[in-house]
């Protein structure tokens, strides 16, 4: 790790975080010893935690930059993928412009096993993986959470555009960012809900454009920088390509293709290959535009049918987190969102015995429900939870 020298501060700003003199609830196992006003920001190298640093050090608060090295990139992909060598050379840039220390953590093996085996193995069993989720709970929001406790800090500031409101009762509820092109609240469900007092997320009331002004007014390295791309440690040719390449041998599933009626189509080269709702690329001659029904990895078979075989009734989510509550009361009314581009829509959602379980029923059947993909509740801004999908239910 390195640090860099103390240089002067920016122009002053604002910040949207917790009131300085607002003792929020602890638990007994946290830390005594918490230096007050510390934060540590998570530095990606992109504009948007660029600007959350400079809003903390010019708040007043003791800022510390860190950057987590989660796997290494060839020198091709350096302007295509976040967390790139590249990457780290502009946080440390906009941090030493902001007079703040800054670090660099290798998390490379947590990221490895938590993220990218997750990734292949999810396909290797016909689901839909999202890693944004999976990276979000097992390293951002825990590694990092729990180093930056470590490192005495009182909150873990990071560029999402996503609320923490902290009410006065002590408890903390997460909300929509207001950007709704940029909200990512559908990423963070998985949260502990006792971590919200510890997160600070700046940028839950702006906009992007005004987090690329406010970053061209203090002549940021990175104001003009551009989004890196969704999967970020798929750097060269396609993910199916990239799954292929880790699969051991006889880790694959080939099969056949199936129709809903029955009727067997042709091979196929392994269900890792495909997802629900894929239409293009196949390779089966029909009638009619065909798409992926569903996956049954114990047989290797990958059914196909007409559009209107995507529709579903509900959905069965497993492994859930719940935010605004520890189990909710009863059935809640409430909106489902089931892919981060999708919009919510109307739902009952039950609990089972165990709430990590929870039953979903659409108000109207939803296209292409994924195994594997998030199923995130919500009341309006508010984020109640969320589970990984298991299975759709017809």
Not at 91 to 100: E, F, H, Q, T
Not at 125 to 151: Q, Y
């Amino acid at each position: 790790m390195s640090s860099v020298e103390e240089q002067q501060a920016p122009a002053d700003m604002s910040c949207e975080a917790p009131p300085r003199d607002q003792e929020l609830p602890r638990d007994a196992n946290e830390l005594d010893n918490l230096v007050r006003d510390r934060v540590v920001v998570a530095m990606s190298g992109g504009v948007d935690s660029s600007v959350v640093a400079a809003m903390v050090a010019k708040q007043g608060w003791d800022a510390i930059g860190i950057s987590m090295r989660l796997y290494s990139t060839p020198p091709a992909a350096y302007t295509k993928s976040c967390c790139s060598p590249d990457d780290l050379f502009d946080a440390r840039m906009v941090s030493s412009k902001l007079g703040i220390p800054f670090y660099v953590a290798n998390y490379q093996e947590e990221f490895q096993q938590r993220v990218i085996d997750y990734f292949v193995q999810e396909y290797r069993h016909g689901r839909t993986p999202n890693p944004c989720v999976a990276c979000n709970n097992h390293v951002k929001f825990d590694i990092l959470l729990e180093r930056s406790l470590a490192l005495g800090a009182k909150y873990l500031a990071t560029g999402h555009f996503v609320r923490v409101e902290h009410r006065e009762d002590g408890t903390s509820i997460m909300k929509k960012g207001l950007d709704a092109n940029k909200d990512q609240s559908y990423f963070l469900f998985g949260i502990p809900r006792t971590a919200l007092p510890r997160l600070m997320f700046p940028l839950g009331e702006m906009t992007k454009q005004e987090v690329r002004e406010e970053a061209r007014i203090l002549e940021l390295e990175t104001a003009e920088k551009p989004e890196s791309q969704e999967i970020c440690f798929v750097t060269g040719g396609s993910y199916k390509e990239f799954v292929e390449e880790r699969l051991s041998r006889g880790e694959s599933k080939p099969g056949k293709f199936m129709h809903v009626d029955g009727k067997v189509l042709g091979d196929h080269d392994g269900i890792h290959n495909f997802t629900v709702g894929q239409r293009k690329g196949l390779g089966l001659s029909w009638h009619e535009p065909l798409y992926v029904i569903a996956i049954r990895p114990e047989t290797g078979s990958v059914v196909v049918g007409p559009k209107q075989g995507l529709m579903s009734q509900g959905l069965v989510a497993e492994r859930c987190n719940w935010l605004s509550f520890e189990r909710p009361p009863g059935p809640i009314e409430c909106e489902v969102k089931i892919r981060y581009r999708s919009k919510p829509v109307k739902a009952l959602v039950t609990v089972g015995q165990d709430a990590s379980t929870a039953f979903v029923d659409f108000e109207e059947p939803q296209r292409a429900v994924a195994p594997g993909q998030a199923a995130v509740f919500y009341r309006g801004d508010e984020v109640l939870g969320g589970g990984w999908i298991e299975e759709a239910r017809q």
